[in-house]
């Protein structure tokens, strides 16, 4: 009984410390990822105290909302920080400069209504397969054609690039020769924008809600704008 006691009360002293420890962190990460406001963080593993101690936190996980990111509505990102090194000292003295991270990964989600939005207001974008299924109302030569074409996914640079190679009347027929001059008016780049962390794009996927972005960066130190 006097164990599953114990057991108990370090159980209960862990969940406060790591409750304690994620404000700490959301704190560090605001500041020096660069951040808009304080982003929601939460440190996995137990015990959470052994990490403290050692001042080395195995795997963070931060949900960041396009306000956070100081980005257009419709982006957001989940990414984890891996190999966090962060002194207890400087923690409790409230002292810490830096934060190196051995690697970070996770994925960030454009929305089809932002992506559709570079388009025109009358854009819808779907998931097809692989690529995306594009729609839209374009006026060329003085006549209002409705669209619908398949577009390939890819990266170049920062680039994300909708190439749509054929398109095709969206309920109406239309001239061939109309068709080969309106597919480019389908085409879609989107520059993204710098990330925090020093996250870089290594993939494109297109998922349900928007398109998903494979983010990485290694040998990350988190230093305050200033620092």
Known sequence: MVVLLLLGLFVAADRVAVGYAEGQVAAQVEEKGGLRSRPQVDITGFPFLSQALAGR??????????????QPDGTHADVALHGVQVPLSAVLSGSVQEVPVERIDGTATLSYALLS??????????????????TR????????????????????GNDLVVDVQQAAGAG?????WLLSRAADLLDLRYTVPPLPFGLQVTGVTPAGDGVDLALEARETVLRAANG
């Not at 109406?172 to 061939?176: A, E, I, K, S």
């Open 137 to 156: 109302t374009v006026e060329l030569l003085g006549r209002t054609l409705p669209l619908t074409a398949a577009g390939k996914v890819t990266l170049e």
């Open 117 to 134: 939005a570079q388009l025109g207001a009358d854009t819808t974008l779907a998931r097809e397969g692989a690529g995306l299924r594009i």
């Open 172 to 176: 109406v027929d239309v001239p061939d």
């Open 57 to 70: 936190y195995d795997d963070v996980r931060i949900s960041l909302t396009a306000a956070e990111l100081g």
